[in-house]
């Protein structure tokens, strides 16, 4: 399918950001919005995202990539990773401002940015899904470990506890609904330790989720493991041999192709 692609510019707090639209000839209602982080910008390690971008808009997916505030081109001064929520709240109105007929977006996001990624997703209702490549959980430092797993994260932030505090006080879809919202209220305490406030937005959020994992990325290991544990709803996939970046090119065209499946199957 041809797509072309267009330079686009929009605000947020009074800056101007900088954004890249690759766009199919016939779009389909979902589309993608690929979230930067600060090594990375629109463009990517290795041209990731560029390619990316191509090859879901050759499969008729509209994708948006653009540089958030204080990074690549855009203006004003950079934001932690975990505060870039008007950022991208802002690229959300820019990209259905462009794509009117757009129905949903899928968020994507690689390290750091996966968590910005996930951070953001459930309070905005126009996100239907996530692809999350090797989130960053970073372990807080002097954290006791057992089994590999440091007992705060193991614990979710009490995830056991509010499970049993809303099964307890509510029946059925009600239980889940009060979950979810303890859930997202812990997602967004920034008091919190960040891979807690991660977990706790993946068990909030009412998407999607695909879970994208190199093989042979050690911390990818230490994600893998949270999330079998909390049996969180999400499907995982893991790249054979692949590293943090997916430096190869092969390694790339197996996350873009795993992507552009997951995104159109549902």
């Known amino acids: 399918m041809d797509a072309t692609q267009r330079t686009m510019q929009f ?9 890249i639209l690759d766009l ?5 209602a979902r589309g993608v919005l690929v979230v930067t982080s600060a090594p990375q910008y629109r463009i990517g390690n ?24 204080g990074m690549g081109d855009s203006e004003g001064e950079a934001r932690p990773i975990d505060a870039l929520g008007d950022d991208l709240q802002a690229a ?12 949903d977006v899928v968020l994507w996001g690689l390290g750091d940015a996966a968590t910005a990624a996930v951070l953001y997703a459930h309070a905005d209702t126009r996100v239907s899904g996530v692809v999350l490549l090797n989130p960053w959980m970073p372990v807080p430092a002097g954290a006791a470990r057992t089994h590999g797993l440091p007992p705060l994260l193991a614990r979710l932030g009490e995830l056991d506890f509010w499970k049993r505090v809303a099964s307890d006080t509510h029946n059925g879809a009600d239980s889940a609904a009060a979950l979810r919202q303890h859930m997202r209220a ?3 305490d920034a008091s919190l330790p960040l891979p807690q406030r991660v977990l706790a937005s993946l068990s909030g959020f009412d998407g999607a989720a695909l879970v994208i994992l190199g093989g042979d990325e050690p911390g990818a290991r230490h994600v893998d493991a949270l999330l079998k544990r909390h049996e969180l709803r999400c499907k995982c996939v893991t790249i054979d041999g692949a590293d943090r970046t997916f430096a190869s090119r092969a390694w790339r065209d197996a996350v873009a192709e795993a992507s552009a499946n997951w995104i159109a199957s549902w």
């Open 24 to 28: 199919p000839e016939r779009p389909l």
């Open 46 to 69: 290795h041209r990731h995202f560029t390619l990316l971008a191509r090859l879901l808009a050759a499969r008729g997916i509209p994708v948006m990539r653009f540089d958030h505030r």
């Open 186 to 188: 812990a997602a967004a």
């Open 11 to 19: 605000t947020c707090g009074g800056n101007s950001l900088i954004g």
């Open 92 to 103: 959300m109105r820019a990209f259905f401002a462009q794509m009117p007929a757009m129905q």
